[in-house]
């Protein structure tokens, strides 16, 4: 799966980022499992058929926690460089604000450095801020761990997301929710709304 073991990336990440930021990592990689956990039980079939073995897919969502903010703290002229030396597609929106990138830039390179192929680690990394078409499981839930682990801000919307997905058990409603809050967030700062957020909850809307 990776050319090293969990522990090993774990340790060169927490000595890649900051300390702030690491904690981030490690909240979100617990809250990983635990939304995995909460909603295993309840998940629509296209879901559930993508877990062939519980613990396996476990450590995929561990390695891609691990490693989805790997680039975060990359300046923007760093997150610009690195996506066009990855041939990742930059726009209009990402050169506004192009620590949108470090998804996808992150994505890249924990391919090139740790030589994962694993569409479920990578697709989770490459998704996890602004969503995409056809989300995996493993992208749905570390969109939604990176948004409601324990160390962020509470306000009423976050407790209700926490609420649908531990309680009620809803993945897709509260995807929906979290990516409706995200965008509604931008326009009350006056931004341009990313075309693969917009894309990323239009497939949703049209999941049957």
């Not at 981030?24 to 909460?38: E, R």
């Not at 998804?103 to 740790?114: F, I, M, Q, S, T």
Request: glycine share 2%; hydrophobic share 40%; net charge neutral.
């Amino acid at each position: 799966m990776a050319n090293k073991t969990e522990s090993e990336i774990e340790i060169e990440i927490s000595e890649r980022v900051s300390k702030h930021r690491f904690r981030h990592i490690l909240s979100v990689k617990n809250t990983a499992l635990k939304i995995f956990d909460s909603i295993q039980d309840s998940l629509r079939a296209e879901d559930f058929r993508q877990i062939i073995n519980t613990e396996s897919f476990k450590s995929k969502l561990r390695l891609a926690s691990l490693l989805h903010d790997s680039c975060k703290e990359l300046n923007n002229k760093e997150q610009i460089q690195l996506a066009k030396f990855y041939g990742i597609h930059i726009f209009d929106e990402d050169r506004d604000c192009p620590n949108l990138l470090h998804a996808r830039v992150g994505a890249k390179w924990a391919e090139e450095e740790y030589e994962i192929l694993d569409p479920y680690i990578l697709k989770a990394i490459e998704e996890h801020t602004l969503g995409g078409k056809n989300m995996l499981l493993s992208s749905k839930i570390l969109f939604l761990a990176d948004l409601i682990e324990p160390l962020r801000k509470s306000y009423p919307e976050l407790e209700k997301i926490r609420m649908m997905i531990y309680q009620e058990k809803k993945l897709y409603e509260s995807l929906i929710l979290a990516m409706n809050n995200k965008i509604t967030y931008v326009i009350t700062k006056q931004q341009k709304i990313h075309p693969l957020a917009i894309q990323a909850r239009n497939c949703l809307l049209d999941s049957p």
